[in-house]
């Protein structure tokens, strides 16, 4: 079945440490976003890519990093300087272009907590 | 100021009642959409329905509706003699062109969680 992966569904950091979250998906989507999700915050944007090699910050960009090598994959590193990465994590994709009526398709969250 | 605002944090309802959840946005384009989607505690969330800003028609599936209106800016979503399966975080958004190169916008409310008590 054609959807989205994220792993891995619980995450740890210690002090000091990067880390990634990965994010597959195989519906051909050009777009792929990434949200950080916080209690009573809803969902708030982090990165978005609308094509290969190609990507943009969102609202909420410092202390995060992504990079688009493959149409499939939008893997986001939470870097250290990153002061309170505690949160849920989505992926999602869409179609992509200039369509305002894609509906985004999400993945099952990397759930990140501080060790 | 909130583009998408969902008023409601948390609604507790006895299953069988209905519940509607309310939806206000804030645009200054005339072309956009609003969805909504649900976030079960698996924690993906799963697309329900899209509304353009040209088509005012309620829409009714099933035990859902959706109630359209540009004269309040506002897209609020009925339930219908809830069930325990409803309960989950419900999200509603809207779509604009962005401003870098008029790609698709999405800007998300807060959400309503929503727990529907046997």
């Known amino acids: 079945d054609g959807g989205i992966t994220q792993s891995p569904k619980y995450l740890f950091r210690k002090e000091g440490q990067n880390v990634t979250l990965s994010c597959e998906q195989n519906l051909n989507h050009d777009a792929m976003y990434w949200y950080r999700q916080d209690p009573g915050q809803g969902l708030r944007l982090i990165y978005y890519?609308?094509?290969?090699?190609?990507?943009q910050k969102g609202d909420i960009a410092e202390g995060y990093s992504v990079s688009r090598e493959k149409k499939e994959s939008f893997p986001l590193t939470v870097t250290s300087a990153q002061k309170n990465p505690t949160a849920f994590y989505l992926c999602?994709?869409?179609?992509?272009?200039?369509?305002?009526?894609?509906?985004?398709?999400f993945g099952d969250g990397t759930r990140l907590s501080i060790l | 100021a909130q583009k998408v605002t969902q008023a409601q944090t948390e609604i507790s309802v006895v299953e069988k009642e209905d519940v509607t959840l309310d939806c206000v946005y804030e645009?200054?384009?005339?072309?956009?959409?609003l969805f909504w989607y649900k976030q079960p505690p698996s924690g993906e969330l799963v697309f329900l329905i899209r509304r353009n800003s040209f088509d005012e028609q309620n829409e009714i599936s099933g035990r859902y509706s959706w109630n359209f209106q540009k004269s309040t800016s506002s897209f609020n979503f009925t339930i219908t003699a809830s069930q325990v399966v409803d309960s989950a975080v419900y999200f509603c958004?809207?779509?604009?062109?962005?401003?870098?190169?008029?790609?698709?916008?999405?800007?998300f409310g807060t959400g309503t969680k929503l727990q529907v008590i046997p």
């Open positions: 890519s609308q094509i290969v090699n190609d990507f």
């Open positions: 999602a994709s869409s179609i992509g272009g200039r369509a305002l009526n894609q509906p985004q398709h």
């Open positions: 958004a809207l779509s604009e062109a962005g401003n870098s190169g008029g790609y698709q916008k999405v800007t």
């Open positions: 645009t200054r384009d005339t072309t956009y959409y």
